[in-house]
Nanobody, 121 residues
Framework: QVQVTESGGGSVQAGGSLRLSCTAS????????MGWFRQLQGTGREFVAS????????FYGDSVEGRFTISRDNAGSTIYLQMSTLTPDDTAVYYC??????????????WGKGTLVTVSS
């Protein structure tokens, strides 16, 4: 079994900052990519940010580039999302996605259960 767990969600005023964390743990695995998606109320899930483990290349959605920063720790199984200049439009459930290769199994995406971020005006 592999567990993907997010943390750091909460309430913040517009213009403020918040940092989310996500850790993949469990069976022995190799990490290919990890990233963040979000789902606003009444909308579908949209891409926020991701990064590759082999070359450390980062990608951002158009709505967050310049305000959000994705990073990882030196353990290789935890990512962070530093969110700045937050607006009420950023209010959403944020989901972590881990693209992993487990021993003896094919590459597959694993998802966390989500963490709620609420930005007040």
């Amino acid at each position: 079994q592999v567990q993907v767990t997010e943390s750091g969600g909460g309430s913040v005023q517009a213009g403020g900052s918040l940092r989310l964390s996500c850790t993949a743990s469990g069976e022995t695995f190799s990490t290919l990519t990890m990233g963040w998606f979000r789902q606003l109320q009444g909308t579908g899930r949209e891409f926020v940010a991701s990064m590759h483990w082999d070359d450390d290349k980062k990608f951002y959605g158009d709505s967050v580039e310049g305000r959000f920063t994705i990073s990882r720790d030196n353990a290789g199984s935890t990512i962070y999302l530093q969110m700045s200049t937050l607006t009420p439009d950023d209010t959403a459930v944020y989901y972590c996605k881990a693209d992993l290769k487990l021993r003896g199994k094919p590459r597959i995406n694993y998802w966390g259960k989500g963490t709620l971020v609420t930005v007040s005006s």
